[in-house]
């Protein structure tokens, strides 16, 4: 796999021994450790939208705040007509969200969250250039090698690493992708840019003939993220 960032790591949890005090609960009595097939950590021109549960928001990771401060909570979801902006549908977020799932929707940029997470994890806890290569299943453990010829035996190995999986390769061998006839090109443009256009907090979408846009902020409010999707043959 091609593992850039943090998002896309193979992580590996171990039950073994007692859970240091200063490591991050993941998990209850997990010792968990993340290994990054990326040598630095950096911005991706990426964004996420993010829906978590009451617990997983206030007691999962310990980064409620930070998400609060760097994510956007967007009022609605709206879809609109590509040629005058009519509005087809509206999905009411924000406040209703929250009401009804103890937790806030956020629409974020993935450097923000990257950094949220490396801030609460202990550094010997994260393991950059560790691109795996093998996984060897021992019935009540596995191994994790990697192209540094580093290598980590645990209860669980979980494969975060993206489309090209290479932990999704070792466990299930070849596929064979089947295109779904839709092509997406993305980015993010600063919002300073987009003042005359009045935008609202609102994840909006342009359904048109064989196209649609996507469009929602980030960053506190200061990037927009877009995405074109087109069918193609």
Known sequence: GNADHLASVSTTVRRRGRRPADLPRFGAGQMISFDEACELLGDSALALILALTRRAFYTGWGIAEVLRET????????????????????????????????????????????????????????????????????????????????????????????????????????????????????????????????????NQIWMGPGQHFVHYFVSAGTLVNFVTVTEED
Do not use: M
């Open 71 to 202: 994510g956007v909570e967007p009022q609605s979801f709206d879809q609109r007509r590509w040629d005058n902006g009519h509005i087809l549908l509206r999905s009411p977020l924000g406040a209703e969200v929250e009401a009804a799932f103890g937790a806030p929707y956020y629409t974020l940029h993935r450097g923000d969250l990257h950094r949220a997470l490396v801030d609460v994890i202990p550094p010997d806890r994260l393991h950059l250039a560790h691109r795996f290569t093998q996984l060897l299943d021992y019935g009540d453990f596995v191994e994790a090698r990697f192209e540094n010829g580093a290598s980590v035996s645990a209860d669980a190995l979980i494969g975060a690493d993206g489309i090209h999986s290479a932990v999704r390769h070792a466990l299930f061998g070849p596929e064979k992708p089947r295109f779904t006839g839709c092509v997406a090109h993305r980015g993010i443009v600063s919002a300073d840019r987009l003042t005359h256009l009045g935008l609202e907090f609102r």
